[in-house]
């Protein structure tokens, strides 16, 4: 089996992800994969601590996320995305930055920067 490329398995758990596949989108990460706050604590550790965190947030009706920008280096896959969620006070989006290391074909380590939260309903006023 030739080698997927790390752009390539990025975007095969992006796509997981907003068809809200849980298999296939655990499929791209290790199994002892870890997830981060960028710089900061660990959010899950494993397939089945993120199988929950996922599974909690695909009960969200809206959710999507949208690329607007992506940077490869080697194995680390950087994207700026755009998501689409149910929060308690409404629908809006929030702006997050993902950072990827892949390695032996699957993502080993993730960390995530949440950005500004917009509100749909700030937005049409």
Known sequence: MPPISPQAIVQAQLDAYNAKDIDALLATYAADAEQYQLHGDL???GHE???????TRFA??????RLLSRTVMENIVIDFEL?????????????MLCVYEIAGQRIAKAS???GKTTLAAASSS
């Open 43 to 45: 959010l899950a550790r």
């Open 49 to 55: 601590q993120m199988r929950t965190r996922f599974l």
């Open 60 to 65: 969200e009706p809206d959710l999507h996320a």
């Open 83 to 95: 998501i689409t969620r149910n929060f308690p006070e409404g629908a809006g989006t929030v702006e």
């Open 112 to 114: 995530f920067a949440v």
